[in-house]
């Protein structure tokens, strides 16, 4: 490796990496400067912080509340969606989004196609207790297998019977874990952050619009083709938007 190209790469690094001091560092001053309501300063704070991989719930919410201070709804409601997918929760967030969404111009009514049974039961239970719930019982299954084979023959068959109900009960939680990660990985939600959205009948410049939205609104993404996407609205509308207009939760 040549000398230019030795700095270069050293200095990129510089540039992605923070330690754990320094980006607590700049989260304290993100903090204050928002406290003074220099809103663009902590804004530029936390997105700095987000776009180094910090991402967690608390720098997500202080976001939104940023972009909710600024009049930003749509990016305000993106980032308190974000932060609940982060794992964020409290009185707090739910508040602020609840406040976010009382702003925005849509009022999405009209009854919605009933969601598959898959995603209902993901969404009616939380996929961090889940994952727990299922490591926990696995992980204790093979330690008393192992405790039977350690165990003197006579007085190991309890470990091996309370090791085949932990094993046991951790199939129907692993399952659940899997649909989890199949959602997460198949349903795209996304918030509408364009000032005006269009959705068209097409996937084309020319085709006619079918109605317009607004920012804030939280739409899922259906599927995509060159600057299109497909969004359905909470009540089940849909139709072909600019790529741009909207952002993944």
Do not use: C
């Not at 700095?7 to 700049?26: D, F, K, M, N, R």
């Not at 999405?108 to 490591?135: I, K, M, S, Y």
Request: aromatic share 10%.
């Amino acid at each position: 490796m040549s000398a230019i190209t030795a700095i270069l790469v050293a200095t990129l690094l510089g540039q992605a990496y923070y330690s754990p001091e320094e980006a607590q560092l700049l989260f304290q001053q993100a903090n204050e400067s928002f406290l003074k309501q220099d809103y663009t300063t902590a804004r530029e704070g936390y997105e700095k912080l987000l776009s180094r991989g910090f991402g967690g719930p608390d720098i997500h919410y202080n976001l939104g509340t940023t972009y909710l201070s600024q009049g930003d709804l749509g990016r305000a409601v993106l980032a308190f969606e974000r932060a609940r997918r982060a794992g964020g929760e409290g009185p707090d967030l739910e508040a602020n989004l609840a406040m976010a969404r009382a702003q925005q111009l849509d009022k999405v009514v009209g009854t919605a196609p009933e969601e598959p049974f898959l995603q209902r039961v993901v969404a009616a239970t939380h996929g961090n207790l889940v994952a727990w719930l299922f490591l926990g019982t696995w992980l204790a299954g093979f330690a008393f297998v192992f405790l039977f084979r350690v165990l003197r023959p006579g007085g190991r068959a309890w470990a091996a019977v309370v090791g085949g109900l932990l094993l046991t009960a951790s199939v129907p939680s692993g399952a659940l874990l899997a649909a989890h990660v199949w959602v997460h990985e198949t349903l795209h939600e996304a918030v509408v952050i364009a000032p005006t959205l269009r959705a068209r009948e097409f996937p084309k410049e020319e085709a006619k619009v079918a109605f317009e939205v607004h920012p804030g609104l939280k739409v899922r993404v259906m599927e995509e083709t060159g600057r299109y996407v497909r969004i359905r609205l909470p009540n089940g509308l849909e139709g072909w938007a600019e790529r741009e207009g909207v952002a993944e939760i």
